[in-house]
């Protein structure tokens, strides 16, 4: 199965409804299921989380986080977690990048995790991902 990286930007866009991109998120989404397996990093979950607190409230929050988990459990979803060598090579990149590109540490993180990876495309409406060199969906 293919796997597609999934940035924080696309999570908070299908979760909130008030969001510019939700609808199309939503369409994406639909588009999308059963046919890759989403790939995020704890860094990712870290900077949705305290996202959705701000934007939607803590209940919406925790309920997206329990749909979240399902689809872990289901192994729709993987998580890669940080290690001590991911967040270096991050650091690398942030040092090597930001002299003209403004990179979160998270998107230096995804980078990395999609280099790694052999990660190609990244569901993401941030423009990022666009200037790393990935595709970007939708």
Known sequence: MNRLFVDTSAWA???DASDDQHDVALVYQA???GRYRLIITNYILDELYTLLLMNIGYIPTISFKHRLDQLIQSGFVEIIWVSESIANRSWQVFEQFNVDKFWSFTDCVSYVVMQSHSITEAFSFD???S???FIRRP
């Open 127 to 129: 423009r990022h991902f």
């Open 131 to 133: 200037q790393m060199g």
């Open 31 to 33: 588009e999308i299921a």
């Open 13 to 15: 866009a299908i979760a």
